[in-house]
């Protein structure tokens, strides 16, 4: 029976371990911007974070970063986790791996495997105005910028896409793969709109328009019954 429940045990740990994956992202995404449009400077903090419900509200995302600790493993809102920290490096120089654009190494763990689906969504954050990738506490009114896409940038890469490129979804375990999302003005295909940091920490998502009619009619039958 003991031999039995450890056998089941070890089967246990298996499974779990063969769900998570261990890679190394190379990122190089267009000229990342501040709220401004201006180019934030070497060493901007960038995250890599992964939701297993999608990003489908970047406005919902906004309220749900407000006190978050920028440290891997940290869990947000509703299945937003921090992957990995790292320093914006800027690659305007020959000896960037595609001579423009903004660098970052993320080391991954903790990933569950496969690729293509909504529960395994990638993205990246970038805050102006943080450097490094200590641990920092997100007060409300800090700026960030938010990018992610289900395409390969093929522009980016002059038309040849190399075998190790993916888009933003889960890679596959155990090896290094390359981010690569350049905009329009330094070659690319994304345009550099997508690389401003428009986005605030703490920021309310406004009530839709059903909601707000909602709230009315229920002030209106409240009001009819006190009369």
């Not at 914006?88 to 190494?105: E, H, I, K, R, V």
């Not at 969504?121 to 490094?132: C, E, K, M, Q, V």
Request: proline letters at 3%.
């Amino acid at each position: 029976m003991n031999k039995y429940r450890n056998s089941l045990i070890l089967l246990s740990v298996l499974a779990a371990s063969s769900l998570h994956a261990s890679v190394t992202l190379t990122m190089s995404v267009g000229d990342l911007r501040d709220s401004n449009g201006s180019i934030v400077p070497a060493g901007t903090t960038m995250v890599l974070v992964s939701g297993t419900s999608g990003f489908g509200s970047i406005s919902t995302l906004s309220s749900d970063l407000s006190g978050v600790n920028l440290q891997a493993g940290t869990s947000f809102g509703t299945g937003f986790t921090i992957l990995s920290v790292a320093g914006a490096t800027d690659l305007n120089s020959p000896n960037g791996d595609f001579g423009y654009g903004t660098s970052a190494n993320f080391n991954v763990t903790g990933l569950t495997t496969g690729t293509g689906t909504s529960g395994t969504d990638l993205a990246i954050l970038w805050f102006p105005g943080l450097t490094g990738t200590g641990a920092q506490t997100l007060a409300n009114g800090q700026s960030f910028g938010f990018f992610r896409s289900d395409t390969i940038d093929s522009a980016t890469y002059g038309g040849s896409v190399p075998s190790e490129a993916i888009s933003f979804n889960t890679p596959a375990d155990g090896a290094a793969y390359s981010l690569a999302y350049v905009d329009t003005n330094l070659g690319g295909g994304i345009a550099t709109s997508n690389f401003n940091a428009t986005s605030t920490v703490g920021s309310v998502p406004e009530p839709s328009r059903s909601m707000l009619a909602l709230l009315g009619l229920a002030c209106l039958i409240g009001r009819r019954k006190r009369n």
